[in-house]
C-alpha cells in the first residue's frame, strides 16, 4: 500500500534560483502538481563546498520538506545530487521518494548518445565527484565525456541572471579546449539553463545543448505515474522558501512564474 497521496505537494530544493528551472518545467508538464520550492540562499553556491557541508544542508531542507507532508523531495542541484543523493536517499526514503537530476540524464545519454563524444560542464563539486563518469562508464555505451569545472559560473548566473556582464565569463570558459569537437554539451547545474541561448549562440547553434530540465521534468511526470501518484485535481498551488532573502531569487520567481509569487524566509541554522 502506498502510505502517499496525489494531493501531497512535490518538494523541490536548490541553492538558489537554478533548481527554478526543473520548477518550471515541472509546472508545465504537471500543471496540477501542488509545488513547494526550497532555495538555500543564505548558503549559495553549493560548487564551491565541501561533500560533507552539502550533505548537511541538504538533510536539513529534507526535514524541512518532510514536515510540509512533500510525496517527493527532489534535489534540483546537481552539486547536491553528486554529494547528497544516496544519504537523502538513505535517510529519509521510507518516507518520501527521492529523485536526483543525475540519472535522468544519464538514461537520456544511454538512449540517445551511444558512441557520441559528450562534453559537460559543471561546478566543481559535480565534476570532481566524478559521478557523471562512473554512470556512463557503467552503461559501457562507448559514450566518451570530457566535463570542465565552470565554477563562478553559478554565482554570476545568480547575481546577473541572463545579463550581458555573464558573456565575458561565458566566453573564457566555453572557447577551453576541452570543448572543442564535441557531439553536445551536457548543461550539468540547474543554473545554466538560464543562459543556454547565449551558451547555443556561442557554439553557433551547431552543438545539442542538453538542457536538464526538461528531462527531469520528465522522469518526475513518470516515476510519480508509474506509483499512481500523479495529482490529477487543480490547479496545483506553489510555495517559495529561502534560507535568506535575496533580490536575485525574487527576481527570479518572478521570471519562471509570472504570477504573485510570495517567498517566505525561513533560515537554516547552521
Known sequence: M???KPDQPIGIFDSGIGGLTVADA??????????IYFGDT???????KSA????????KIAEFLLQRQCKMILIACNSASTAAFELIKEYIGKQAIVMDVVDPIISLLREQYANKKIGL????????????????????QNIRLTSLATNLLASAIEEFG????????????LSHPTLKNLDALVLACTHYPIVKNKIAKFFDHKMEIIDPSDTVAKAVKKRLDDLKLLNLEGPGKKHFYVS?????????????FQDAITLEHYPLLD
Open 121 to 140: 560542464i559543471g561546478t566543481r563539486q559535480t565534476v570532481s565527484s566524478n559521478v557523471y563518469q562512473k554512470k556512463i562508464e557503467d552503461l559501457k
Open 42 to 48: 543564505a548558503h549559495l553556491p553549493y560548487g564551491d
Open 244 to 256: 535568506d532573502y535575496t533580490e536575485s531569487f525574487a527576481a527570479g520567481t518572478k521570471i519562471f
Open 26 to 35: 515541472i509546472v508545465k508538464q504537471l500543471p496540477q502538481e501542488n509545488i
Open 162 to 173: 541572463n545579463g550581458r556582464a555573464i558573456d565575458g565569463l561565458l566566453e573564457e570558459y
Open 52 to 59: 560533507t557541508t552539502i550533505q548537511a544542508y541538504s538533510v
Open 2 to 4: 502506498n502510505p502517499h
